[in-house]
């Protein structure tokens, strides 16, 4: 079976072919972030107009990577939400037509479904159940993946997601958009002992997060310091110490949630997830556990459609599709997915 993914759930256009025998046969990403640089975020209607602009010229240019002809191809996945609804409708419309005009099944997918999974990609690919920690633009979640469409949420952010704190941050910090991996190379220069930031709700019981005192707390930095002579210096020393109070709080929760759960295997999943200090610490941490830590490559950890043609294919063999109707949803419980029959 072989399977054609759209993601438009926000800024980056992601196509790719997905075949359950061969795996991953081609993908192709287009980030429109310099576009939305200047606004230092995402423009919804101008995201929605570059998605129609992208995405057929790269179902094209996947189509001959993977030397696919459509009549090899099985069904059509997009992500249906959650996420920008007018980025939404782009690729709900153009994967329903396509589907239609080829007499395909059309596959709607959970991007957050597509995150968590996308480790699965790799080798050696996690065997559930794990815990998944899922850090992204708009989401803070740990999951209980008890199998493939089971998923129990069993923690997540009161306020801020983790990549919002870290786009926060790093615009405070007169970073280009996104801020996450700016930020990330500026803490690369700090001094780790010059200010010491909060790790929020730790010494609280339970996997609940929240970080926006933690982007607060960066701003008083920032000001308390605002006539220091050395500013490049006060900078990348802020940006070390907001990355350093945010790679242990997520620790600090993760190994909570392995012992909780009584579970070994840690997945970690979501834009923030490229964020090398976090890989390096959590990898350390499950090993800790006597456990494992996986992670997708980075270019999977942030949107792409790899992951949404990996569980279009997925939920396809197990009889999932829709005939009509556009089903796109800004929002989307996680947990009130289906779980996928084993293929
Ligand atoms: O998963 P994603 O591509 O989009 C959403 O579904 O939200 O995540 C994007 C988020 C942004 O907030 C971005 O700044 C953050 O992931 N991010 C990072 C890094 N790379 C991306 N945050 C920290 N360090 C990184 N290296
Ligand atoms: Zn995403």
């Given at each position: 079976?072989?399977?054609?993914?759209?993601?438009?759930?926000?800024?980056?256009?992601?196509?790719?072919i997905?075949?359950?025998?061969e795996?991953?046969?081609?993908?192709?990403?287009?980030?429109?972030?310099?576009?939305?640089?200047?606004?230092?975020?995402?423009?919804?209607?101008?995201?929605?107009?570059?998605?129609v602009?992208?995405?057929?010229?790269?179902?094209?240019?996947?189509?001959?990577?993977?030397?696919?002809?459509?009549?090899?191809?099985?069904?059509?996945?997009?992500?249906?939400?959650?996420?920008?609804?007018?980025?939404l409708?782009?690729?709900?419309?153009?994967?329903?037509?396509?589907?239609?005009?080829?007499?395909?099944?059309?596959?709607?997918?959970?991007?957050?479904?597509?995150?968590?999974?996308?480790?699965?990609?790799?080798?050696?690919?996690?065997?559930?159940?794990?815990?998944?920690?899922?850090?992204?633009?708009?989401?803070?979640?740990?999951?209980?993946?008890?199998?493939?469409?089971?998923?129990?949420?069993?923690?997540?952010?009161?306020?801020?997601?983790?990549g919002?704190?870290?786009?926060?941050?790093?615009?405070?910090?007169?970073?280009?958009?996104?801020?996450?991996?700016?930020?990330?190379?500026?803490?690369?220069?700090?001094?780790?002992?010059?200010?010491?930031?909060?790790?929020?709700?730790?010494?609280?019981?339970?996997?609940?997060?929240?970080?926006?005192?933690?982007?607060?707390?960066?701003?008083?930095?920032?000001?308390?310091?605002?006539?220091?002579?050395?500013?490049?210096?006060?900078?990348?020393?802020?940006?070390?110490?907001?990355?350093?109070?945010?790679?242990?709080?997520?620790?600090?929760?993760?190994?909570?949630?392995?012992r909780?759960?009584?579970?070994?295997?840690?997945?970690?999943?979501?834009?923030?997830?490229?964020?090398?200090?976090?890989?390096?610490?959590?990898?350390?941490?499950?090993?800790?556990?006597?456990?494992?830590?996986?992670?997708?490559?980075?270019?999977?950890?942030?949107?792409?459609?790899?992951?949404?043609?990996?569980?279009?294919?997925?939920?396809?063999?197990?009889g999932?599709?829709?005939?009509?109707?556009?089903?796109?949803?800004?929002?989307?419980?996680?947990?009130?997915?289906e779980a996928?029959?084993?293929?």
């Amino acid at each position: 079976m072989r399977v054609i993914g759209i993601e438009t759930s926000c800024d980056e256009s992601g196509v790719a072919i997905y075949d359950a025998r061969e795996g991953l046969l081609a993908q192709r990403i287009y980030s429109q972030c310099s576009m939305h640089a200047e606004y230092a975020g995402v423009v919804p209607e101008l995201a929605s107009r570059d998605h129609v602009r992208r995405l057929l010229p790269l179902i094209a240019e996947v189509m001959r990577d993977a030397r696919t002809e459509w009549a090899q191809v099985d069904g059509v996945a997009y992500t249906a939400g959650p996420g920008l609804v007018g980025a939404l409708l782009v690729g709900a419309a153009l994967g329903r037509s396509l589907a239609w005009s080829r007499g395909l099944p059309a596959v709607p997918v959970h991007h957050l479904e597509g995150h968590l999974l996308a480790s699965l990609l790799e080798s050696p690919a996690p065997a559930c159940p794990f815990v998944a920690l899922l850090v992204s633009g708009g989401h803070t979640l740990l999951v209980k993946v008890d199998r493939v469409g089971c998923y129990e949420i069993i923690g997540e952010s009161l306020d801020d997601a983790v990549g919002e704190a870290f786009d926060k941050t790093a615009t405070l910090l007169g970073l280009p958009y996104p801020g996450g991996p700016a930020l990330e190379q500026l803490a690369r220069s700090g001094d780790p002992s010059r200010f010491s930031f909060p790790r929020p709700m730790v010494d609280r019981p339970g996997l609940e997060f929240s970080f926006s005192g933690l982007k607060t707390f960066a701003a008083n930095t920032v000001m308390e310091h605002r006539h220091d002579a050395d500013q490049g210096r006060l900078r990348a020393d802020v940006a070390r110490a907001f990355q350093d109070a945010v790679v242990d709080t997520l620790a600090i929760k993760c190994r909570r949630a392995l012992r909780a759960t009584n579970l070994s295997r840690l997945v970690v999943a979501g834009g923030v997830g490229a964020n090398r200090a976090l890989r390096q610490r959590l990898t350390e941490l499950a090993r800790d556990e006597g456990g494992e830590a996986f992670f997708p490559r980075a270019e999977f950890c942030t949107d792409n459609g790899a992951m949404i043609a990996f569980v279009g294919c997925l939920r396809l063999q197990s009889g999932e599709w829709t005939r009509g109707g556009f089903d796109v949803r800004a929002r989307w419980p996680l947990d009130s997915l289906e779980a996928i029959a084993p293929v």
